[in-house]
């Protein structure tokens, strides 16, 4: 079983949509979490930290459910520059690495 | 550009070859890792080290693969007698000791073994 599960998509969202992406996690012990974003043939850049108590960033909305061990980005008024792959990434208590998911395709349609 | 920077951009080997990538992290960053993404899937780890040991290795990272951080700074991969399906992007990644979890990437190297 993969560390990280997430939809691969695509979801096409015309300009101004609000967009939900979900992953889960199977290691009860994974201590962080975060988004990052990769744009087509460029690399991972971190979008947002995800906390228990969730939180914003601009248009964007990270949470955390620990208990069902679920992740979730919510993008709101979607740009066209909000086109790319989002990475649902966890980090293991001992390991130093990141566990990403497969990412998740994002196309916003003018 | 004070970012992550990898070299080559792009590298085209035969089947059997050896080949060595270069990783040049930032520069106070004293943590540096090794990921492999192939299309269609998300980054998976390799390898890692703090200053110039090497700390972990993934099942991954079989024996024809090595890497090296000599001074702790700029790191090799290395693969030999690559394989078809060695074909993928190789991420170099750093960060600050204590502060692994925000890790920067560079643009990659795209192997591509005929």
């Known amino acids: 079983r993969k560390e990280v599960e997430q939809d691969p998509g695509p979801f096409n969202v015309p300009e101004g949509a609000t967009v939900a992406f979900n992953c889960t996690y199977s290691?009860?012990?994974?201590?962080?979490f975060f988004w990052y974003r990769q744009d087509c043939r460029k690399e991972p850049k971190l979008l947002m930290s995800?906390?228990?108590s969730g939180n914003e960033d601009g248009r964007f909305t990270a949470q955390l459910n620990r208990a069902s061990q679920y992740i979730s980005l919510l993008i709101r008024d979607s740009k066209l520059s909000d086109s790319a792959t989002y990475l649902c990434?966890?980090?293991?208590?001992?390991?130093?690495?990141?566990?990403f998911g497969t990412g998740t395709r994002l196309t916003v349609i003018p | 550009d004070t970012g992550v920077s990898q070299n080559p951009r792009h590298k085209i080997t035969k089947r059997g070859q050896n080949v060595t990538f270069r990783c040049d992290p930032i520069?106070?960053?004293?943590?540096l890792y090794w990921y492999r993404q192939t299309l269609g899937q998300g980054p998976e780890f390799l390898t890692y080290?703090?200053?110039?040991?090497?700390?972990?290795k993934s099942r991954l990272l079989s024996d024809r693969f090595s890497a090296e951080r000599p001074k702790g700074s700029f790191s090799t991969l290395e693969i030999q007698r690559t394989e078809q399906g060695d074909s993928a992007m190789y991420l170099c990644?750093?960060?600050?000791?204590?502060?692994?979890?925000?890790?920067?990437f560079g643009p990659g190297t795209r192997l591509t073994v005929t």
């Open positions: 990644a750093s960060s600050l000791h204590g502060q692994s979890y925000e890790q920067y």
């Open positions: 290691n009860s012990a994974s201590q962080s």
């Open positions: 995800v906390y228990s």
């Open positions: 990434v966890v980090t293991q208590t001992g390991a130093n690495n990141l566990f």
């Open positions: 520069s106070e960053h004293n943590r």
């Open positions: 080290f703090q200053n110039e040991a090497q700390l972990e």
